[in-house]
């Protein structure tokens, strides 16, 4: 029982940086391994990165190592993906999904509670 909105989205310009937050309810988001997916329009929704319940074990998708940081904040209950040298390919809405108790699963269909997904636009 968790639920995530995401924020920070937005529009910028190829080599620019962005910070998406996503926000968790639940005294139990410790629990939770926690991921990022993107979806662009008429593509399949893909994985970006995915951070273990500690946050000591993260995990990044071949096109954004080296530019992605995902981190954990679970006093604050939030869980961060830092968005740097942005490329115009990187345009998708990106959504925070959440799995309770878990290894850290790199499906879709591995994850049950998702937020309602954040746009983030960059420019060529």
């Known amino acids: 029982q968790v639920q995530l909105v995401e924020s920070g989205g937005g529009s910028v310009q190829a080599g620019g940086s962005l910070r998406l937050s996503c926000a968790a309810s639940g005294r139990t988001f410790s629990s939770y391994v926690v991921g990022w997916f993107r979806q662009a329009p008429g593509k399949e929704r893909e994985f970006v990165s995915a951070?273990?319940?500690?946050?000591?074990?993260?995990y990044y998708t071949d096109s954004v190592k080296g530019r992605f940081t995902i981190s954990r904040d679970n006093a604050k209950n939030t869980v961060y993906l830092q968005m740097n040298s942005l490329k115009f390919e990187d345009t998708a809405v990106y959504y925070c999904?959440?799995?309770?108790?878990?290894?850290?699963?790199?499906?879709?269909?591995?994850?049950?509670?998702w937020g309602q997904g954040t746009q983030v636009t960059v420019s060529s």
């Open positions: 951070l273990s319940r500690g946050g000591t074990a993260t």
């Open positions: 999904a959440a799995l309770y108790n878990s290894y850290v699963p790199r499906r879709v269909s591995d994850y049950n509670y």
